[in-house]
């Protein structure tokens, strides 16, 4: 166990952020539903898109996503050789500082760290594409402790950990997979081990823990290859499992909506939705291939879920049932997508082109374009543009490996 000799101080402890409902705090929001609840957005943007507010040159590579609290971004790149947590001036793109992490994920698909930082008081915790997790200082990067994915049993998948930890209470919860757990919950301020989920052992694949409330009762709902479960967040046991046919990858963020968890992944498995009785018996609603999505996650605004599937294009599906509302299949391509105000941020991974689209069951309404430019000049070949779109505070963020762009949608 690699702790750092290093105690969170008396003062570092009463040091806390006033996050706002603006904020975004860890991937995919507060509530990591990856739905803004900002209002007052642009309806309609100019021609070339709204207006970029600054560029950020020097994120390094890698896919690493954003946290924004308190007028700070958090991201994570690559410098000399390391995997870097970095913070960011959100308003100016001003860099403030960086942390090393650990040594470089190298991979096919591009180098570099995956996940997001999740911020937590004066504290911002992250994982590295290896599976090193540490706990840094907000004011000044300072590195509290450093655990790794290893040293709890896990085994670095094929393309590198991606998951963006869970702080909950005083626990950080994350996935490294394997014999002794497959989900781990630590001690925030120490980065000791407080408990594994020992009744589910299957690896780790690219998802991120959802806290939910099913029942009544709180639960950390996860998904892996072979099944998607929910957890006892005192201990770890399980309260639930359902199987799941993953192949290659799994990656996309459950869904949860009271007792149903929706799952979806790509290669042709497409998704599941099973709602949870009140003994913790999950029975399956629906099976069907209309929404596989691969990577680029699936938001529920209302009724419908939105999200790019793999050979449909951009679809509408209806939540409770599962039937396909609409699909779109020539005005954008494959992607990731976010959605504040009613609206979908729709960004297309090869061209760089963003849309902006009524998150509407009457079908695709698009309410303008543009693309990003510059681009990478250092993304590897077999990469794409595949960070997701984060929205707080009335700014559009997005990245193409060292490039870090900031556009204000509020006007």
């Not at 009463?14 to 975004?24: E, H, I």
């Not at 390094?60 to 001036?89: C, H, P, Q, W």
Request: some cysteine; proline content about 5%; aromatic content about 10%.
């Amino acid at each position: 166990m690699n702790l750092r000799p290093l105690a969170i101080t008396a003062a570092s402890l009463m040091f806390t952020f006033s996050v706002s409902a603006l904020d975004w705090p860890q991937f995919r929001g507060p509530d990591r539903s990856d739905v803004s609840k900002e209002t007052g957005l642009l309806r309609q943007w100019p021609e070339g898109g709204p207006k970029q507010v600054w560029l950020f040159k020097n994120a390094g590579n890698g896919y690493a996503g954003f946290s924004i609290v308190d007028g700070k971004l958090f991201t994570m790149g690559t410098r000399d050789g390391n995997e870097v947590l970095i913070a960011l001036d959100a308003a100016t793109g001003t860099e403030l500082w960086a942390a090393k992490i650990g040594s470089v994920l190298n991979n096919g698909w591009g180098d570099g760290p995956r996940g997001t930082p999740t911020v937590d008081g004066g504290m911002v915790y992250t994982m590295g594409g290896q599976g090193s997790l540490i706990c840094a200082q907000v004011a000044d990067g300072k590195v509290i402790w450093t655990r790794t994915m290893k040293e709890l049993g896990g085994q670095t998948p094929g393309w590198g950990y991606t998951e963006s930890v869970v702080v909950d209470g005083n626990q950080v919860i994350c996935t490294p997979g394997g014999k002794e757990g497959a989900v781990a919950a630590l001690d925030k301020t120490t980065g000791a081990t407080l408990w594994q989920s020992k009744e589910i052992t299957d690896g780790a694949q690219y998802s991120s823990v959802v806290p939910a409330t099913i029942n009544g009762e709180k639960q950390y709902v996860q998904l892996t290859a072979q099944n998607y479960f929910g957890i006892a967040p005192k201990d770890g046991s399980l309260k639930w499992k359902m199987p799941f046919p993953g192949k290659t990858a799994v990656i996309p963020t459950p869904v949860v909506k009271d007792n149903f968890v929706f799952v979806t992944a790509g290669y042709g498995v497409g998704s599941q939705m099973s709602e949870i009785g009140k003994d913790n018996q999950p029975t399956l609603k629906y099976e069907n291939k209309t929404m596989k999505n691969h990577h680029g996650g699936v938001v529920r605004v209302g009724e419908n879920l939105f999200g790019y599937s793999d050979g449909i294009g951009w679809l509408c599906q209806d939540f409770a049932s599962g039937e396909q509302v609409w699909a779109e299949r020539s005005k954008l391509g494959k992607g990731a997508v976010t959605s504040a105000d009613g609206m979908l941020y729709c960004l297309d991974e090869g061209s760089g082109t963003v849309v902006l689209a009524e998150a509407s069951s009457k079908g695709w309404a698009e309410h303008g374009r543009f693309k990003l430019d510059p681009q990478s000049s250092i993304r590897n070949p077999q990469g794409r543009i595949w960070t997701h779109p984060v929205i707080a505070n009335g700014k559009l963020y997005l990245r193409d490996q060292d490039l870090i762009f900031c556009f204000d949608i509020k006007g």
